[in-house]
């Protein structure tokens, strides 16, 4: 099997158990049951991936997580107590890996699973349920989280995942477990060839061709952090580089009139002004987030209001569809 579909198989496994349609029905009646009955599923496609190949060898040491943040905290707490013995490393990058967190920042994590949880069925199910109610420990920080966990296993270090994970990524995280130094294996690898720009463009579009405003904040900031990592995935089709999010707007902007980056401009000022919604859900004890509990919580999540609705009513969906599309044509002619 190749690496890139049995990670798709394997983070929904970790979200909530489910890795087809008929799991969810399942999750209704008991959301454990699906961990279960998947879990021979999982170990049978990881024990039939690729093997690596080895590559040049590159250290990084990663130094630890230093945040005043109650939830932060908690997140960190239980991955220290309850995963401790099934990963090499988890590391916290983003804003808050940067310690420039903003109301508007979410939990941006990744967890490097051992190998050996593979090895028992029992031990799969007990992680995988573990890592799942960590994700409603992201919801208790910021109840707009939009993605759970970054997912690297212990093996992928001899052939390092750049077009998942670019190691520049690494250079700016922080750990959860105190000092690091973790050694990875990774030959060069091109974002030329890489679709990813394509994807986010096509995914854009079509959020903001029928002209509809995003109905809660939720749909609005996956809206807006879609749209804030175009400039991310220009730069790397363009240079063939893995690069930090933070540096690509200046790079980016460079390629672009005043008036084409004018949505971008508007969409990061939101980002700066952006107050988190009020939220009432501490979680405590974690639980699971089924696809049930997570609707309930994007639908409670608010109705848009002060300026983020303003630019909206003035024509930002379009702003934003047309950069987006000179983007990508820009991409396929530098």
């Given at each position: 099997?190749?690496m890139?579909?049995?990670?798709?198989?394997?983070?929904?496994y970790?979200?909530?158990?489910c890795?087809?349609?008929?799991?969810?029905?399942?999750?209704?009646?008991?959301?454990?049951?699906p961990?279960?009955?998947?879990?021979?599923a999982?170990?049978?496609?990881?024990?039939?991936?690729?093997?690596?190949?080895?590559?040049?060898?590159?250290?990084?040491?990663?130094?630890?997580?230093?945040?005043?943040?109650?939830?932060?905290?908690?997140?960190?707490?239980?991955?220290?107590?309850e995963?401790?013995?099934?990963?090499?490393?988890?590391?916290?990058?983003?804003?808050?890996?940067?310690?420039?967190?903003?109301?508007y920042?979410?939990?941006?994590?990744?967890?490097?699973?051992k190998?050996?949880?593979?090895?028992?069925?029992?031990?799969?199910?007990?992680?995988?349920?573990?890592?799942?109610?960590?994700?409603?420990?992201?919801?208790?920080?910021?109840?707009?989280?939009?993605?759970?966990?970054?997912?690297?296993?212990?093996?992928?270090?001899?052939?390092?995942?750049?077009?998942?994970?670019?190691?520049?990524?690494?250079?700016?995280?922080?750990?959860?477990?105190?000092?690091?130094?973790?050694?990875?294996?990774?030959?060069?690898y091109?974002?030329?060839?890489?679709?990813s720009?394509?994807?986010?463009?096509n995914?854009?579009?079509?959020?903001?061709?029928?002209?509809?405003?995003p109905?809660n904040?939720?749909?609005v900031?996956?809206?807006?952090s879609?749209?804030?990592?175009?400039?991310?995935?220009?730069?790397?089709?363009?240079?063939?580089?893995?690069?930090?999010?933070?540096?690509?707007?200046?790079?980016?902007?460079?390629?672009?009139?005043?008036?084409?980056?004018?949505p971008?401009?508007?969409?990061?000022?939101?980002?700066?002004?952006?107050?988190?919604?009020t939220?009432?859900?501490p979680?405590?004890?974690?639980?699971?987030?089924?696809?049930?509990?997570?609707?309930?919580?994007?639908?409670?999540?608010?109705?848009?209001?002060?300026?983020?609705?303003?630019?909206?009513?003035?024509?930002?969906?379009?702003?934003?569809n047309?950069l987006?599309?000179?983007?990508?044509?820009?991409?396929?002619?530098?």
């Amino acid at each position: 099997m190749e690496m890139h579909a049995f990670r798709t198989m394997l983070v929904r496994y970790l979200t909530d158990g489910c890795i087809s349609s008929g799991d969810k029905l399942l999750s209704y009646a008991n959301n454990q049951i699906p961990f279960y009955k998947n879990a021979g599923a999982i170990i049978t496609a990881f024990n039939s991936l690729n093997k690596p190949l080895y590559s040049q060898s590159e250290s990084f040491h990663i130094d630890p997580l230093i945040s005043h943040n109650s939830e932060v905290k908690r997140i960190t707490e239980y991955v220290q107590s309850e995963l401790h013995d099934n990963l090499v490393a988890a590391l916290i990058h983003g804003s808050i890996g940067t310690n420039e967190e903003i109301e508007y920042s979410d939990f941006d994590g990744l967890l490097i699973l051992k190998n050996d949880t593979f090895k028992d069925k029992n031990k799969l199910i007990q992680t995988a349920i573990k890592i799942s109610r960590s994700f409603s420990l992201m919801f208790a920080y910021d109840n707009l989280q939009h993605h759970s966990w970054f997912i690297i296993l212990e093996h992928e270090l001899t052939e390092f995942p750049d077009y998942y994970f670019p190691r520049e990524l690494l250079k700016h995280s922080k750990s959860l477990y105190g000092n690091l130094n973790l050694e990875i294996n990774a030959s060069h690898y091109n974002f030329k060839s890489s679709r990813s720009l394509e994807n986010l463009v096509n995914s854009i579009v079509k959020k903001t061709s029928t002209g509809r405003i995003p109905a809660n904040n939720y749909e609005v900031k996956n809206l807006l952090s879609e749209f804030m990592l175009l400039p991310t995935l220009f730069i790397q089709k363009i240079t063939g580089e893995g690069i930090f999010k933070k540096f690509s707007f200046e790079k980016a902007a460079s390629h672009f009139s005043d008036e084409e980056w004018l949505p971008m401009r508007t969409v990061s000022q939101l980002r700066l002004n952006w107050t988190r919604p009020t939220n009432n859900l501490p979680f405590s004890p974690p639980v699971i987030v089924t696809s049930q509990l997570k609707s309930k919580l994007i639908k409670s999540s608010g109705s848009l209001s002060g300026d983020t609705l303003q630019a909206f009513q003035k024509g930002l969906l379009q702003q934003m569809n047309l950069l987006a599309q000179t983007m990508l044509k820009k991409s396929n002619e530098l």
